[in-house]
C-alpha cells in the first residue's frame, strides 16, 4: 500500500524581499502569518534566487535548469521538464493561478498543468506586442476607474479554493500573489498601515509616475513613502496567506498539505542605483524568504546554511515521493532538513545582462556565487570581479576582491566548475538536437 502523500501548495510572491519579513528580523510588522508559519516550520534563512528578475528565476524554481542552460527562453518547457509534469506523473492533479504575463501559456509555463488559470488583464501576450501590453496595463492603473492587470492576492485565493474544493485525491497548485511588484498601490484599508501621510488616489498615481521616471536615478525625498507603500503591499500579502491557510482549514485539507513560500526574486531600493528589480546580483534582489510549513515527520528549525531555489523542484518531487529526475540540476532539501546531511556551500545566480545606472549592457554575462559569508560577482565583457563580506557588509557597498584574493580564488574555481557544467550541458543538447533533426529528415 501506498504511504500517505501531502498535498503541495507553493506559493511564490513576485518581488518579495527576505529582509523586510519579520522572521528575518525586520522591525516592521509586516508578516505576523508568515512569520508565525516560519516559527511552526523549516526557515531558510540564506536561501538564494537563481536570478533577478522573473523569466530568469522561474526556470530555475519549476524545472530545476540554470537561466544560461535556456537556449529558448520563449518557450521554456519545451526542451525541459516542469515540476508539474513530474507530479502529474505520480498521481498529483495539478494546478496553478497567477497574473504575470511573463508566466503565461506563451512561455510554456501552462506544460504539465492540468488546470492553468491566467487571472492576468493583458490585451496580448505574443512577443511583438508586449511592449504595448506593459503600456496599456500602466494606463489602466493611471486611468480612474481602469482595471488593474495585476490580480489581487485575494482574487487568486478565490480560484485557488474553487479548484481545491473538487479535487478528492492527492494535489499540487501553484499559486503565485502579484501585490507587491510595482505599482504598489494596496487596498485602501492597508495605506495607513506604515505611513502617516494621507494618500489620495491622486497622490498614489503621482508617486508611481515619479518612479518610473527616476527609476534609475532614484529620489531620495520620496524612498521612504515608497517603502511605506511597498511595506503595506506585503502587510497585504500576509494577510491573503492567512486567509489562504485559514481556507484549508476550513476545507479539512490543512493537516495533510504543505505549503512552501518563496519568492522569485526582491526588490531595490535605491541600494545600488536603481528602483524595482533588474539585471544585478546583489541580495537586495536574490536573497529571498523560504518557508516550509508543515512538513511532517520534522520539528520547527531554522537553516542557516546556503539553500538555492534551483533545489525547489527537486524538493517538492521528493515531497511527492517520485523518483529522482536526471535532468534537475538542483537536489532535494529533504535529506538535509531531517538527517542534516549538508547539500551546498554556496549558491550560484545568473544574469544575461547588468544594469548599471542608466546603462544597459546586453550580453553581458554576469555569475555569483553566495555563500554565507562571502559572495564573489564574476562580470564578463568587460571582465571584472565584486566581491562582498556579508558578515561585516551585508549591505554589499565595499568590494574587498584585491584584499581577499585568496579566497577569491576558491569563489572563481566555483564559478568555473559552474560554467563548465554549463558548457557541457549545451554541447549534449546540441548534439541532441542534431540528432533528432537527421531523424526527421532521414523520413
Aim: glycine fraction near 6%.
Amino acid at each position: 500500500m501506498r504511504p500517505e502523500r501531502p498535498n503541495i501548495i507553493l506559493l511564490t510572491v513576485d518581488c518579495l524581499r527576505a529582509d523586510h519579513l519579520g522572521c528575518f528580523g525586520y522591525d516592521r510588522e509586516t508578516s505576523p502569518t508568515v512569520d508565525l508559519l516560519a516559527k511552526n516550520g523549516v526557515l531558510f534563512t540564506q536561501a538564494a534566487s537563481v536570478s533577478s528578475t522573473t523569466h530568469l528565476s522561474f526556470p530555475a524554481m519549476l524545472g530545476s535548469i540554470y537561466p544560461l542552460m535556456c537556449r529558448n527562453r520563449n518557450e521554456v518547457f519545451s526542451g525541459a521538464i516542469s515540476i508539474a509534469n513530474v507530479l502529474r506523473e505520480t498521481g498529483y492533479s495539478t494546478a496553478a493561478f497567477h497574473s504575470n504575463v511573463r508566466l503565461s501559456r506563451r512561455f510554456g509555463y501552462h506544460r504539465g498543468f492540468d488546470h492553468f488559470e491566467d487571472l492576468a488583464v493583458y490585451p496580448h501576450t505574443d512577443l511583438v506586442s508586449r511592449g504595448l501590453s506593459k503600456l496599456m496595463s500602466k494606463a489602466k492603473i493611471l486611468l480612474r476607474g481602469g482595471e488593474n492587470p495585476k490580480a489581487s492576492g485575494e482574487e487568486i485565493n478565490e480560484a485557488v479554493m474553487e479548484w481545491v474544493k473538487k479535487q478528492n485525491g492527492d494535489f499540487f497548485a501553484w499559486c503565485h500573489y502579484m501585490d507587491a511588484h510595482v505599482p504598489y498601490m494596496p487596498p485602501a484599508p492597508y495605506l495607513s498601515f506604515f505611513s502617516d501621510e494621507k494618500l489620495s488616489e491622486r497622490r498614489l498615481f503621482r508617486i508611481y509616475h515619479n518612479m518610473l521616471r527616476t527609476m534609475n536615478e532614484p529620489e531620495t525625498e520620496e524612498m521612504g513613502l515608497i517603502v511605506d507603500l511597498y511595506d503595506a503591499c506585503v502587510r497585504y500579502i500576509d494577510d491573503c496567506v492567512k486567509r489562504l491557510v485559514e481556507g484549508l482549514k476550513d476545507l479539512d485539507r490543512l493537516d495533510n498539505t504543505v505549503i512552501l513560500i518563496t519568492a522569485d526574486h526582491g526588490e531595490e531600493f535605491g541600494e545600488h542605483g536603481n528602483l524595482t528589480h533588474h539585471r544585478k546580483l546583489y541580495d537586495e534582489l536574490i536573497h529571498v524568504p523560504l518557508i516550509i510549513y508543515n512538513l511532517k515527520g520534522c520539528r520547527s528549525r531554522v537553516v542557516e546554511t546556503p539553500v538555492s531555489l534551483i533545489d525547489l523542484a527537486p524538493t517538492l518531487a521528493d515531497l511527492a515521493g517520485a523518483e529522482r529526475v536526471q535532468r534537475f540540476k538542483g537536489i532535494s532539501m529533504l535529506p538535509y532538513i531531517r538527517e542534516g546531511k549538508r547539500s551546498r556551500v554556496g549558491t550560484i545566480s545568473e544574469a544575461d545582462g547588468l544594469l548599471k545606472g542608466k546603462m544597459l549592457l546586453e550580453n553581458t554575462r554576469v555569475i555569483a556565487y553566495r555563500t554565507q559569508r562571502w559572495k564573489l560577482i564574476q562580470i564578463e565583457k568587460p571582465y571584472s570581479f565584486e566581491m562582498y563580506d556579508l558578515k561585516n557588509d551585508p549591505s554589499e557597498t565595499r568590494n574587498v576582491y584585491e584584499k581577499n584574493r585568496n579566497v577569491a580564488r576558491d569563489l572563481q574555481e566555483r564559478i568555473e566548475q559552474h560554467l563548465e557544467m554549463i558548457r557541457t550541458e549545451l554541447r549534449s543538447s546540441e548534439k541532441e538536437r542534431i540528432s533528432k533533426a537527421l531523424v526527421k529528415t532521414r523520413f
